[in-house]
């Protein structure tokens, strides 16, 4: 196959990575360290840049070039005081970002849309990342470049404008890849199925596993109870830190379990999957944990945050089971082998349960039941071994999909010679 136009036979494939990346939600941020590991393995010298949220973090964070999915503001420009000013300034960003973009794609032979749940416009709105993902995916067929969509997950899609974007932005691809089924089911039911469409895990399946952040072996702790992992969610919190009743609700829930947990000598570490959103959960939940009498320096109970995908592993290493609701938290423990019971915010999560033989495990928090919960904990304690046993055999198996899709994608993007995968 010939490589895109515009570069020489003898230069180094150039990727560009787009995403939701930067705005401190670690299952993104894992998502393209997958991505970004991989391209490096089997791709040593290529040249990769991501075009994401915030560059600046991306920067940072993965040790690469970045620049903005979307032109903002010039920096110490008044926000406009009128609708109709404002409606203006969006009118302008819209239309006036088309020659930076177009420009952008002189810096990429390949535009892969890394994974996470970005085909959606929930929060978000036509003018949204739909849009976003039109402008890049027409900007890159102009520019000859090559589009992949590459284990992208799919939510709810409400405005039929979001469809028009989206669905031409899929069309334009070279490949189209979901992370599981509940994706394409929705893309169906939205209309935006397309011939060629296949599925593959998500991406943060073919992370490394060094030694260090492989889990404990099985067995318990020095008290004989395993450690357990109790992971938050923003589940109905106010954008201004209100609290709604089912918001105080899901808290007082949270606070039960722990408690009940330490009650029988549990020890207990609570995790997030996302520093903006979650952080201020966690400080609900220990206020609330002091209200009740329970003293959160008691020496079984940690509640450290990570501020790193990565820490968030070594954090999961350390522990023997998982009650959570973040979708990579959950997804991310099953990659350690670690056994999960799961509190979903959306169907994704029960997909992914199901797939990995663990579908008895979940409830949702709409529908959460505490006396349920523990009853499927103490179940889930009592399977763990064979649950751990089977976890590794479709880790594997995931990881192994991965790798043919990896080389799927360089026969799309063109790239002679790739290393030979190890």
């Given amino acids: 196959m010939n490589l895109p136009e515009g570069r020489g036979q003898l230069g180094p494939v150039r990727l560009a990575f787009w995403g939701n990346f930067g705005t401190l939600n670690l299952g993104n941020e894992c998502t393209l360290a997958a991505a970004l590991y991989n391209a490096r393995r089997l791709l040593p010298g290529a040249e990769l840049l991501s075009v994401c949220s915030v560059p600046a973090d991306t920067r940072q964070r993965h040790g690469i070039d970045a620049i903005p999915i979307a032109a903002g503001r010039a920096e110490g420009e008044a926000r406009p005081r009128s609708r109709l000013g404002s409606l203006w300034s969006r009118l302008r960003t819209v239309l006036g970002d088309w020659p930076r973009v177009l420009r952008s794609g002189a810096r990429y032979d390949a535009l892969l849309i890394t994974g996470t749940g970005i085909v959606t416009d929930i929060g978000e709105g036509p003018f949204g990342m739909p849009f976003q993902l039109f402008k890049w995916a027409a900007a890159t067929r102009l520019r000859g470049r090559r589009l992949l969509f590459v284990s992208v997950g799919a939510e709810a899609i409400h405005h039929p404008l979001s469809r028009f974007f989206l669905k031409t932005a899929l069309r334009l691809s070279h490949y189209r890849c979901y992370r599981d089924e509940h994706s394409v089911g929705i893309v169906r039911n939205a209309g935006l199925a397309l011939p060629g469409d296949v599925v593959c895990p998500d991406l943060a399946f073919s992370l490394p596993r060094p030694a260090v952040l492989m889990p404990e072996s099985a067995g318990g702790r020095a008290n004989g109870k395993p450690t357990v992992a109790v992971g938050l969610f923003n589940y109905r919190r106010g954008a201004d830190g209100t609290a709604s009743a089912a918001y105080t609700a899901y808290i007082d829930t949270l606070c039960s379990l722990i408690v009940w947990l330490r009650g029988r000598d549990y020890p207990v570490r609570v995790i997030i999957g996302d520093l903006a959103y979650d952080e201020p959960v966690r400080v609900d939940l220990r206020a609330r944990l002091q209200q009740l009498g329970f003293d959160p320096a008691d020496g079984g109970f940690v509640d450290e945050p990570a501020g790193s995908f990565e820490r968030l592993l070594v954090q999961l290493r350390d522990v023997d089971l998982v009650i959570a609701s973040r979708f990579h938290n959950v997804l991310l423990s099953l990659f350690l082998g670690i056994p999960v019971l799961s509190v979903s915010y959306e169907?994704?999560?029960?997909?992914?349960?199901?797939?990995?033989?663990?579908?008895?495990?979940?409830?949702?928090?709409?529908?959460?039941?505490?006396?349920?919960?523990?009853?499927?904990?103490?179940?889930?304690?009592?399977?763990?071994?064979?649950?751990?046993?089977?976890?590794?055999?479709?880790?594997?198996?995931?990881?192994?999909?991965?790798?043919?899709?990896?080389?799927?994608?360089?026969?799309?993007?063109?790239?002679?010679?790739?290393?030979?995968?190890?």
Wanted: aromatic share 4%; hydrophobic share 35%.
């Fill in 347 to 422: 169907p994704k999560n029960d997909d992914l349960m199901r797939q990995m033989g663990l579908g008895r495990f979940c409830q949702t928090l709409d529908g959460l039941d505490a006396d349920r919960l523990r009853e499927q904990f103490l179940d889930l304690e009592r399977h763990a071994p064979e649950l751990r046993a089977q976890l590794e055999v479709r880790s594997g198996s995931n990881r192994s999909r991965l790798e043919q899709q990896y080389r799927r994608i360089l026969e799309v993007v063109g790239v002679p010679g790739a290393r030979t995968a190890t």
